[in-house]
């Protein structure tokens, strides 16, 4: 039976740990980047004065763990983690996030299923399907919003602990070089203003006449983005793995494997998961999904303050216990004594 629909966010069969402490040092850079933020008087810099506050969708992005992914990619540099922070705050409002890229805005873009959300690695990691033979040569902007947008409900979707996304591409009945310049937007937007937020990219079936064009875009890719793609992952019956040493060490004690066979996808990804694209259920789905969990997490972090440098682990975990709790309760309510209710 075909598959129509995203997957909902994982429980974790394991322990997952909350973030651990700072050291003194990285707390004092912390500390320096909250202070600023947090001030009473605070304003963005060079910006209309009218709308220089911070808006409420602003303090939620500005998260504990967001300030500490922009340090981390500053090396801990406070100074230079505000000006990161500012300018993509900045350029969150130029592009949209909040009230230009709706899911009316980029859902013409998303008819085609060139990218959609379904299924996690055995990280909890969200997956990004995109199908380059399906993106047109003049669609540029238009797809950079629909990414984007996908980016952003792949945030919502990560479980506690979470705080990256999988990116699987498969090149399989491409027949044409993407556009150079559509690559290099998307790798100064995740480099820039995602930092530490692509955890793995999975190029799958990539012809050998690409390798001059990806050999054209290293150069553009920082050290940390080039760690994380692997291209042609091995695939069996087991799952998806990185490469073929890690596919034949694999037993169900070693932590090797990046995608289950239920989490992936059967055409062109060898999982086991009968989904088909189909534009209206999936996208009521999905936009229905990432609506209700953000709304969710918007309550909580109200509840604790609605403030910058909350932490999202706080957040998600107690939404993950008020869902499970939702659920014992209409369970209990199905059943008393063992018998069903009407």
Known sequence: MSVHLPLPVP??????????????????SYD??????????????????????????EKFWLSYECLLRFLRATNWN???TIKRLEDTLKWRREFGIYDKITPECVEPEAT???????????????????????????????????????????????????ETLALLVDYADSTKNPSFG????????????????LGLALVAHLPWLLNAFIALLMPFMDPYTRQKLVF???????????????????????ISRVFEPDQLIKEGWNGSQQFTYSHCPYWEALVKLC???????????????GKVGIKEWDVKVAVRDETVDARVDVDGALTENGQLQS
């Open 11 to 28: 429980t974790p069969s394991h322990e997952i740990a909350p973030p651990s402490a700072l050291s003194e040092k990285n707390q004092t």
């Open 32 to 57: 320096c980047v909250l202070e600023h933020f947090t001030a009473v008087d605070y304003t963005l810099p060079n910006v209309d004065q009218e709308k220089a506050a911070l808006t409420v969708d």
């Open 78 to 80: 406070a100074d230079t």
């Open 112 to 162: 085609t299923g060139k990218a959609f959300l379904f299924g996690y690695d055995t990280r909890g990691r969200p997956a990004i399907y995109v199908s380059p033979s399906k993106v047109g040569a003049d669609e540029s902007l238009r797809t950079m919003q629909l990414m984007v947008w996908m980016a952003e409900r792949a945030f919502d979707l990560m479980g506690p602990g979470v």
């Open 182 to 197: 559509l690559c290099r937007t998307t790798l100064d937007i995740i480099q820039t203003h995602y930092p530490e937020r």
């Open 232 to 254: 042609n992952p091995v695939i069996n019956e087991n799952g998806l793995f990185r490469t073929t040493a890690d596919a034949e060490a694999w037993d169900v004690d070693s």
């Open 291 to 305: 609506e209700e969990r953000r709304s969710s997490m918007f309550v909580v972090w109200h509840r604790m303050g």
